[in-house]
């Protein structure tokens, strides 16, 4: 029986099993920034493994990297973050808070020009803003000891400039030819404008992305390949198909590198605008190795004058720029072009929490509640918990050796503390697949039940099976 989820049934299981804790917590807590406890930091590297898996190690054309956070100042000129990476904000004049002015909401029976009909999600006034301005999303800081020579960097607000920028050095130390993809998975830091809703946005999170380069006239095809192979990937981890949709830009959304771009959207517990961006995947043409060269360009013009790094301009691109040192030479056709990429985009935070919140579920069991995540097996924290069913007659000694044997293969726990009913639904709210018990049985045949989490069924088998059992159950 499905339920239907609140987010903060979600917020609060999180907490009270260790998944997310809020950051600094002790201190009184830092807003948007959140830590992964024992079971989160599990799911989040599964989801992480997971996407590595089926990205990098199943596919022949896709490699690895694994960049910096800090990077030359010239790249975010280059990528235009320096310049365009920033939101359109307005202030309350009524209680000073700074809004996203795409994201505040029309008044009730109002409707007016500009910001005349619009809210304050803080204090509720209506119409009292200031004239929208830009909002700059890069966190800025310093590099080196020295104050003379010390330079203003950037932290990355997205990992896919690092892709580009080591693009030739892929190039040139594999074997690898058009098309193909470099992915990485890594931290990315953004002031973000707005941010609540747990971890759906926050200021620090985690990307995971792939920047796949193929000949120009071939970007269309490999963006209904990724766009597909993207979707599918969400549903083979067990996300309900009802709960995921694909939905295509409009000219006006686009970012300024893209030509085309569709989100991967999940139907979000939020009270409104519950349909949000999972992952987003673009056509980013050409434009990024095209800037990157006249980045180039303009470091070696720099060189001969020096000056103020900060306030350089980029250099206009050189007129055969198809054939610069970010181009590609094809051995086949014989010719030399910039590639165009695709780029799939998605965020191992915010995929966390769709994957919580599509696991999370409710039922009865004699009676009582019992609230359960339904996790994908290889997403699940605990893949097996061994207990013997009561504390004495040599059965702890018995699951020990179990769990010693099969700790060396899948992420368990052991428990053989209260009743063995507790120990099941803490083991259901912790999403663990299979419950393995030793019981007085286990000391006159050698075998053992294995409870499935969802369906609640118990088998027995022989305690040497049990590896081979879980490997084939959990297909890892
Ligand atoms: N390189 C393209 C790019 O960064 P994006 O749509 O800005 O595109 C891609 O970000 C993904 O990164 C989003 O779909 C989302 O999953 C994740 N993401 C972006 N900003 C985030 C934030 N403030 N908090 C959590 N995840 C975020």
Redesign the pocket.
Known sequence: MATLTKLDDIVSLCKRRGFIFQSSEIYGGLASCYDYGPLGSELKRNVRNAWWKSTVQMRDDVVGLDCSIFMHPLVWKASGHADKFADIVTVCKKCNVRSRVDHLANAENKKAEGLADKVCPACGAVGQFTEPMPFRLMFETQMGANVDDSMTIFLRP?T?QGIFVNFRNVLDTTRIKIPFGIAQIGKSF?N?VTTKRFI????E?E?A?IEFFCAPGTDKQWYEHWKETRFNWYLNLGIKKENLRLRPHEKDELAHYAKACVDVEYKFPFDVDDWQ????I?NRTDFDLRQHQRGMRTLNAWYEKKGDLSKIELNSESEDYQKGPLSYFDEEGKQRFIPYVI?P???I??SCLAFLVDAYDEDEVNGEKRSLLRFHPALAPVKAAIFPLVKKDGLPEIARNIYDDLKKYFSCFYDEKSAVGRRYRRQDEAGTPFCITVDGQTKEDQTVTVRERDSMKQERINISQVKQYLREKLDI
């Not at 961006?277 to 987003?280: I, K, P, R």
């Open positions: 997205e896919a953004r973000e759906f946005r926050t200021r999170f990307q992305e961006e999972l992952e987003g673009a780029e985009s998605a965020g935070d915010r």
